[in-house]
């Protein structure tokens, strides 16, 4: 009832700020649930994404942070949302969407970079993908970046791709989740081209964007370096 309400409040608001979406491919939506999945570029694309695959009511994977304020806190609650350890994730961070999507009623959205600063993907909406056995529908927005940028009236587009559809027996290895990514990544693309062909997304926070890109950079060398170690710990002794 709460969450039904809120859709209609936001979406009244939405229209009176920016105006009616723009929304394409609405029937390769899955009659079951889902997850949607897409590169994250504003804080309130995830509510747009929501509102544009309507009836269909969705959970939402959210930092931890923003439960801290009781007011947010109680709003999130009745809206589907459940908090997430984005530095540190445990395993609810896939037992929960995994448990929601199971019961029928609620598809969720993931962005498989985690952050609007990033557009390196993680693994963690396959998993939740094979282990629900549902389907990863690929979708973009296009549209103002910020709150204040939405009073510009410059039009929201959102559209969704086909459905990504994970095999049980599928392996999530490196190699298997590197093969998900880039079907991922080619259905952003293709999707963002049939919108606008000369679509360009810009980090309207450039510094933390740079931040993010150092911070994963210098993990990506640590990882690296930590397989070289435990590379010549295995490597065999050879007698003389």
Known sequence: MFYSFIRVLVRIILW???????????????????????????????????LAASPRKFSFMTKKELFNNPFIRFVLNHAN????????????AIKTPVKLLKQGELSTIIFPSGTRHSSEMKGGATVIAKLAGVPLVPTVYQGPLTFMSLFSRKRVKISFGEPIYIDRKFKTDD???????????????????ELDPTFHYVDPNQKLHDEYQKKQASEKNQEEQD???LAKIRKPTVKK
Do not use: C
């Open 16 to 50: 009176v700020v920016n105006g009616r979406p723009h929304i394409t491919h609405k029937d390769r939506l899955p009659k079951g649930t889902y997850i949607l999945v897409g590169p994250h570029r504003t804080w309130f694309d995830p509510i747009y994404y929501a």
């Open 81 to 92: 949302a459940y908090p997430v350890d984005r530095d540190h994730p445990g395993p609810s």
């Open 175 to 193: 190699a298997g989740q590197q093969q998900i990514d880039q079907q991922m990544q080619a259905a952003f693309d293709v999707l963002d081209n």
């Open 227 to 229: 397989a070289e170690r």
